[in-house]
């Protein structure tokens, strides 16, 4: 998979998990991103309907189902993925209070405006093209609703976030993109993340 948007490509076992490198990229993904203020910056409503691109092995999807949200879905390009973040919520799931699909920031599969929250946790740099995503992702949010893209960075970064994080050049890149669409745009560094949060 490459990145074309930020202009290098990835051959990381996280662009795409799958096999036994995927199953502990997911893992590793599960113990390193903490995301409780990701949650907090979200900031779900009573019976919002929320989407998550890149769940990974699900580990923000648990912390959704502890919001009022009403309805929580997400898309990934890894059927292994899916398999490890569906398996804790197979009861939400038959309900239809999760939603968890194969899909990409650029081709979610979802109608216009529907989501009143959508986020993106640490994957951004390997979508395959920056601009689509962000166009997607405006199409499917509601008027008023809130984006969020969140990358490795933030005020009290780790080694291993530091190590990840993002060029000023590249950080840029993502807000000029987001500029280009969405009406409100904003950034702010959280303890490990840099969080850009976009209203529609």
């Known amino acids: 998979m490459t990145s074309r948007s930020l202009g290098e490509p990835s051959r990381s076992p996280f662009a795409l998990p799958r096999g036994v490198r995927g ?7 599960l113990w390193a991103n903490r995301q409780e203020e990701v949650l907090d910056l979200l900031d779900v409503p ?6 998550e691109v890149g769940y990974g092995p699900g580990g923000l999807i648990r912390l959704l189902t502890r919001t009022p949200a009403r309805r929580i879905c997400g898309v990934d390009p890894s059927a292994e993925m899916r398999d490890l973040a569906s398996r804790p919520h197979s009861d939400a799931i038959g309900a239809g209070r999760i ?11 979802f109608p216009d405006a529907v989501f009143d929250r959508v986020v993106a946790v640490n994957n ?3 979508w395959p093209d920056l601009d689509a995503g962000i166009a ?15 990358c490795h960075g933030g005020t009290r ?26 009406s409100e745009v904003s950034r702010r560094d959280l303890t ?7 209203v529609r």
């Open 157 to 182: 970064p780790s080694f291993l976030t530091r190590s990840n994080a993002l060029s000023a050049d590249k950080i840029d890149r993502i807000e000029r993109a987001l500029r280009g669409v969405f």
């Open 124 to 126: 951004v740099a390997i």
């Open 23 to 29: 199953r502990m990229a997911g893992r590793f993904m």
């Open 136 to 150: 997607e992702l405006h199409r499917v949010t509601r008027p008023g609703g809130r984006l969020l893209i969140a």
């Open 192 to 198: 490990s993340l840099t969080a850009f949060t976009a």
């Open 46 to 51: 009573a019976g919002a309907e929320v989407l």
């Open 99 to 109: 939603d968890l699909r194969l899909g990409t920031a650029a081709d979610t599969g």
